[in-house]
């Protein structure tokens, strides 16, 4: 223990932060220990992390100092917000400015900071194309953790920008997965067209970023895409069909349409896959399935992701 490099993981009960802690304890002569933040520390899933062997901290990353406590004595950190908790770009760029003050102040020697695109590099304020959100964002939870990447360069933390992709997950727990229409049908629906989405076993993004930093320092100060597949709707649909035993439709619909469809951050999403559809050589050329597979040898296929989870994909 007291020889190996202690790596802190925020959002450690979270599906990206969970994945990486699990990757660490996974490989004992790995050469790292890990910390795992959390906000409650008798949780159900911090529990289990403290039983698989981490070190479970409580803090709070809205609060400086009680991140600065938990980054002493480490040698790197993994960072990772969640827009989704409070739907504010601000608070989220806040976020952000703490953990990068607390890493310099730990005078970390690694920081892997999940991250994506400002889509206003490609789709300005100006653009109707798609709608301005929130008096200044395009895609705001993409936005806000784009435009911090700054912050990390500005401060000279020593980082690399980790870009993630679509969760499978997402189809389970953001209910985006086939639904069975009027006529009995299995239904999955995105505003894609024919345009391929790269996506990624949500597990499988810690085990990218446990990759990154076992390469040591070569990855600082450089942006490293990751995905497990690039399909378009109908490959999905498809996949679904065979894990389900089941007949699953794709439909195509317009991006105005998904963002009128009422929940919590439609505009939002819509916004989002407007862009991944619009920006797709782009989108997919930054994100290598080849290089994700060199930093994640397990590196599921969705094929693979859904026979594992097809009990829970299945419509009640």
Same mark, same amino acid.
């Given at each position: ?240 069909? $065979?894990? =389900?035993?089941?007949?699953? !439709?794709?439909? @195509? ?5 998904? /963002?009128?469809?009422?929940? #919590? *951050? ?26 994700? $597979?060199? =930093?994640?040898?397990?590196? !599921?296929?969705? @094929? ?5 989870? /097809?009990?829970?994909?299945? #419509? *009640?």
């Amino acid at each position: 223990m007291f020889n190996k490099k202690l790596i802190v993981v925020a959002g450690a009960t979270g599906a990206q932060g969970g994945g990486l802690v699990r990757a660490i304890l996974a490989d004992p002569d790995g050469g790292f220990a890990v910390r795992a933040l959390t906000r409650d520390v008798n949780s159900p899933k911090a529990r289990e992390l403290s039983r698989l062997g981490a070190e479970v901290m409580a803090a709070d990353i809205d609060d400086a100092q009680s991140l600065s406590d938990a980054l002493r004595g480490a040698y790197g950190a993994y960072f990772v917000t969640f827009f989704w908790a409070h739907f504010s770009p601000e608070i989220e760029k806040a976020q952000v400015r703490t953990f990068a003050l607390a890493a310099r102040s730990a005078n970390l020697e690694h920081v892997v900071w999940s991250t994506l695109e400002d889509t206003r590099r490609w789709v300005p304020l100006s653009d109707d194309r798609m709608p301005t959100l929130m008096g200044g964002y395009k895609v705001p939870h993409f936005d806000a953790k784009g435009e911090s990447d700054r912050v990390f360069l500005d401060l000279g933390v020593p980082t690399t920008f980790l870009l993630t992709s679509f969760y499978w997950d997402n189809l389970i727990h953001f209910g985006m997965g086939p639904k069975q229409a009027a006529d009995g049908k299995l239904t999955f629906t995105l505003p894609l067209g024919e345009r391929k989405l790269p996506g990624i076993a949500a597990e499988d993004i810690g085990r990218c970023a446990y990759g990154i930093f076992k390469q040591g320092l070569a990855l600082v100060g450089r942006r490293v895409g990751i995905a497990g597949e690039h399909l378009t709707g109908e490959q999905m649909a498809d996949a679904m069909t $065979r894990a =389900l035993g089941r007949e699953v !439709r794709y439909d @195509s619909i317009p991006p105005e349409t998904y /963002r009128a469809s009422g929940f #919590p *951050g439609a505009d939002d999403l819509g916004n989002m896959f407007q862009f991944k559809r619009d920006f797709e050589e782009y989108f997919c050329g930054a994100r290598s399935v080849e290089n994700s $597979r060199c =930093l994640n040898p397990k590196l !599921r296929s969705f @094929s693979a992701w859904l026979s594992e989870h /097809r009990q829970l994909l299945m #419509p *009640g």
